[in-house]
């Protein structure tokens, strides 16, 4: 058996278990205590349990699987028609991986007209002024109003499928737009990334970089350089144009080249390493299924080939062998030294479930060349 074939049976060991463990609720993250904070259907993460199932699901084809995820699809419809914390970006990151992966999975079509009135709702987030969709915060708000951030890249897809779809042009025309704005303005010229950027509201005019999560606003916080590799990826496959190849590969590149000795990061790439500094696992994980999805576009003798394949290989193997549960019997989750926001206070080295979701759809490209819910296979 592969090693990645033993971590995934392993993985569906601990999905199985937590289907019980959580009942209807959603994890999100712990808090140091190894134990995930469940919740019901409130914050931006709730579509990665989701998405675990369905994997988990297409990977087994046991019904127990299915079941569960497709009550959350429930839950999710529910969560729209309430409209419940739904005022921010991550609609992608929510119904792509639950109602959009109903749809890819089995062509539900109720599933498939919840993704849509979901990817309506995001484009309610796009300001005509400053040609961006506004990432948090409500229309006029004074400090976000005007900001973007690296994340939202991973959100567009959504936006991307209702335009295949519907035939709409709005949808495929917002998220161009955005991404043209993101590339120009969240990627630096040393190829590390800004996690946020701000234009003013009014006049549209570019001000300045900052961050939420990084270590400080001019650094490169990993988790969005991780966002960005993946997200003008799944740019390039949607829009077709080079230069968003070319980002994710320079992106890739800089995390590559700051590997640190065990091959999985730090929460900031500025961050000085001490003995406590903080991993992010998760960033590692993201950063590894969007470096296999820009394998995915290169020709056998592209230069990058090879850097990018052995980077993967690196990353797997060392959150396969120091950073996940494999064999903890009571394990609730999968990869182990998460870190939601260092900063902020909320890094408490522990398990994150975007960080759980992203471990095993890499597991499984890896394994099955089964990909995640961000595009359809056909
Ligand atoms: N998208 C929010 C985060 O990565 O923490």
Redesign the pocket.
């Known amino acids: 058996m592969t090693m990645w074939k033993q971590a995934i049976e392993d993985a569906l060991r601990v999905v199985r278990a937590d289907i019980a463990r959580f009942g209807d609720q959603f994890p999100h993250v712990s808090n140091g205590d190894r134990v995930y904070q469940l919740n019901n259907n409130t914050d931006?993460t709730e579509g990665f349990w989701s998405g675990m199932l369905w994997l988990s699901y297409e990977y087994s084809g046991d019904e127990a699987f299915r079941e569960a995820a497709a009550k959350t699809v429930g839950n999710f419809r529910r969560r729209l028609e309430n409209r419940t914390n739904l005022d921010h970006h991550?609609i992608g990151?929510l119904y792509s991986l639950s109602a959009k992966a109903q749809w890819i999975i089995e062509k539900d079509e109720a599933a498939k007209k919840l993704t849509l009135e979901a990817a309506d709702v995001l484009l309610e987030r796009w300001r005509e002024k400053t040609q961006i969709l506004q990432a948090w915060g409500r229309k006029d708000d004074p400090e976000n109003g005007g900001r973007i951030?690296i994340?939202c890249m991973m959100n567009l897809p959504l936006l991307h499928w209702a335009y295949k779809h519907t035939g709409d042009e709005k949808y495929r025309q917002i998220a161009a737009t955005h991404s043209d704005k993101s590339r120009r303005f969240l990627v630096r010229g040393d190829d590390s990334s800004y996690h946020t950027f701000y234009f003013d509201q009014e006049t549209g005019d570019s001000l300045r970089g900052g961050t939420a999560?990084g270590y400080r606003d001019g650094s490169t916080w990993t988790?969005?350089q991780a966002?960005g590799i993946y997200g003008f990826a799944l740019a390039y496959r949607y829009l077709g144009q080079p230069e968003y190849l070319e980002t994710a590969k320079r992106l890739a590149r800089y995390f590559i080249e700051r590997f640190p000795e065990d091959d999985v990061v730090y929460w900031d790439f500025d961050a000085p390493v001490t003995p406590e500094t903080k991993r992010d696992s998760s960033a590692s994980a993201i950063a590894a299924a969007g470096m296999l999805e820009i394998l995915g576009f290169l020709s056998a003798d592209d230069p990058d080939r090879a850097m990018l394949q052995d980077a993967v290989e690196r990353s797997m193997t060392s959150l396969v062998k120091n950073y996940s549960t494999i064999g903890e019997e009571d394990a609730q989750g999968l990869l182990k030294r998460g870190s939601?926001?260092v900063r902020g206070g909320a890094a408490p080295d522990d398990y994150v479930i975007?960080g759980d979701y992203f471990y095993l759809e890499t597991l499984l490209r890896l394994e099955k060349g089964l990909t995640g819910y961000w595009y359809e296979r056909d």
């Open positions: 931006w991550d990151f951030i994340d999560q988790r969005g966002w939601y926001s975007w």
